[in-house]
Structures are given as structure tokens and as C-alpha cells.
């Protein structure tokens, strides 16, 4: 996890960061009020009420599970998003109905804190809750992992579940765990998870960019040159 003074800096506190990044830090739960299918896309109404998301203009980002989404007619208490058909099929939102509970988040303003880690809206894959337990106040989650993310996933790094940034306890096969606090229950959906449940998985973008880093110089592998000559570090 980032350190909680971490800051995302800039020209001006109510500025957004380039490129719309999230935190993981998901500022409660809202409710699909109506869900239509157009054209072979989905438009999604998404109740807001009783969630601090701050101003929403139309073409802001907010994270629905994870998923970063343009917001489109914001009200008070709503907003719309059309959804893709390629977010359909690589997501849960295509899963969705009236009624169901979603996370949400904004996107970080220049000046806020990152509490969580770098969370981008693009999700990589569906896992599924395979085991719930209880671990003192808090509930163990084990989530099995679609085929091939597992590589990016370990111990005490970050991965997003439903737009939740969250810490690795443990790492088996395609299998990780982490423990769920009170609060980050009581105000998301990981309180209606069951077994089975589909989730959606971010993996913590440092690790793409260390797979990408071993492989740039032609599997030479991570060294003081290679980083040097792709511009991590200046020349001694």
C-alpha cells in the first residue's frame, strides 16, 4: 500500500489527475436504479445518494466495481454511463440489475491524499470468492484468480476487488487471500459476497511494469544498465 501522506500534486486542488486515476479507497455504496441495452452497448443509471463524490460534471470518471466509467446526465442523487460491449465482457457490470449495490469512487483530485494505491478503472479480469472466514473482527476473503494473473499478484502488494484497494496475506496457485475491516465492509459490496461471487481484479500496475522491465532488453533481466538505459535512473 502507498504510505497515507503520499499526495498527488499539481497546479490546484480542484484540479484531476491526468489520465483519471483512482485510489481504491471507495467512498461507499451505490444502488443500479435502471439498466438498458443499446445497440449492443448498456446504459447504466447509477444511484448516488448518501455517497460524497464531490462535484460530478458530464464526462467525469468514476470507478462502478472497479470499472472506470464517464459519467453522463449527473444529477443530485444519479448519473448514467454507457458501458461497452468490451467492458461487458470483461467485467461484472454486464452482470448487473436494478437494484444491485455497487462501489463507487471518484477520480483523485491534484492535492488529495492516496491512501490506497494507483488504481486505473481497467480491470484485467473476473475472479471469484472461493472462501469467507472469520479472522477476529475482520472477515478472510480467499479469491481464485483468472488464469494468468497470478504472476502479478504478492504477498503484502496491493490488488484492487471491486475497486478495493487491498493488501495480499497470501499467495497459493491462482489463489490470494487478504482480511476484510469492519468499516471497508460496512460501506461496500464485499458485505453481500458469497462463495462464488464474481469480482473484478486490478492488479497493481508496478507489477506490469517490472514484467515489462525483464523483458525489454531481450530477457536480460532487471540491472543498473537496463534501467539506466530505458531512463529509470541518470547516468552516474
Known amino acids: ?14 484540479s484531476k489527475v491526468d489520465n483519471n486515476v483512482f485510489s481504491g479507497i471507495v467512498r461507499g455504496s451505490g444502488l443500479i436504479l435502471e439498466t438498458a441495452e443499446q445497440g449492443g452497448d448498456r446504459r447504466l443509471v447509477v444511484g448516488i445518494a448518501g455517497v460524497d463524490l464531490g ?3 458530464t464526462g467525469a470518471s468514476i ?3 472497479g470499472v472506470c466509467l464517464t459519467a453522463l446526465d449527473p444529477g443530485a442523487d444519479s448519473f448514467a454511463a454507457d458501458v461497452s460491449a468490451e467492458t461487458l465482457a470483461r467485467t461484472t457490470l454486464g452482470l448487473l440489475a436494478a437494484g444491485d449495490p455497487v462501489n ?3 477520480s483523485i483530485r491534484l492535492g488529495q491524499t492516496l491512501d490506497g494505491h494507483l488504481v486505473y478503472g481497467h480491470v484485467d479480469g473476473v475472479g471469484r470468492v472461493v472462501e469467507i472466514g472469520r479472522d477476529a473482527r475482520s472477515v478472510a476473503l480467499t479469491i481464485e484468480l483468472p488464469r494468468g494473473l497470478s504472476r502479478y499478484v504478492a504477498v503484502k ?6 475497486g478495493v484497494s487491498l493488501t495480499v496475506n497470501a499467495v497459493a496457485g491462482d489463489r490470494f487471500s ?3 475491516i469492519p468499516h471497508t465492509r460496512e ?4 458485505s453481500a459476497y458469497v462463495q462464488g461471487t ?3 481484479i486490478e492488479v497493481d500496475m508496478i507489477a506490469r511494469y517490472l514484467e515489462r522491465l525483464q523483458t525489454a532488453g531481450g530477457g536480460e533481466g532487471i540491472s543498473r544498465e537496463m534501467l539506466r538505459r530505458h531512463g529509470f535512473i541518470e547516468t552516474d
Open 55 to 57: 462535484p460530478i460534471d
Open 1 to 14: 500500500m502507498w504510505p497515507a501522506s503520499a499526495m498527488i500534486s499539481g497546479s490546484g486542488p480542484g
Open 157 to 162: 502488494g496491493s490488488v484492487a476487488v471491486d
Open 198 to 200: 464474481p469480482v473484478n
Open 178 to 180: 487478504v482480511n476484510i
Open 63 to 65: 470507478a462502478v466495481n
Open 187 to 190: 460501506i461496500t459490496v464485499i
Open 104 to 106: 463507487l469512487e471518484g
